[in-house]
């Protein structure tokens, strides 16, 4: 009998240059490693909350509603570098995971800003 592969459709959202760029997102957020645990929760559940919402805006049906949850999507992306870039001008993570951050979470903004359009 012969080996046969597997083969999986991705999902839709998966397609998404913007889900991959977010999924980046909260690992660099998860590398970042900050130091005050408050603000490390906040800022982890904004990335994983980004990379959700793309998920879903891109699983509705209505064009307005997409729009209206890829525009959460991207204030989750935001909130996320804030935290990060907070935590770094209080020295609670380095300066470089905050840059990481920042231009990660700025492409992210991008992405989901043409998909609102």
């Known amino acids: 009998m012969a080996n046969k592969t597997t083969r999986y459709s991705l999902l839709p959202h998966e397609n998404l240059i913007a889900y991959r760029v977010a999924c ?9 490693n900050i130091r005050n645990a408050d603000l490390r929760d906040q800022a982890l559940r904004a990335a994983r909350s ?16 997409r729009k209206r949850v890829f525009g959460i999507a991207r204030g989750e992306a935001s909130e996320a570098a804030a935290s990060v870039h907070l935590a770094s001008l209080t020295g609670l993570c380095a300066v470089e995971h905050a840059e990481r951050v920042r231009r990660l979470g700025a492409r992210t903004v991008a992405l989901l800003s043409g998909l609102m359009r």
């Open 24 to 32: 980046d997102l909260l690992v660099a957020v998860f590398n970042a």
């Open 50 to 65: 980004a990379c959700l919402n793309i998920a879903e805006a891109n699983g509705r049906p209505s064009p307005a509603d």
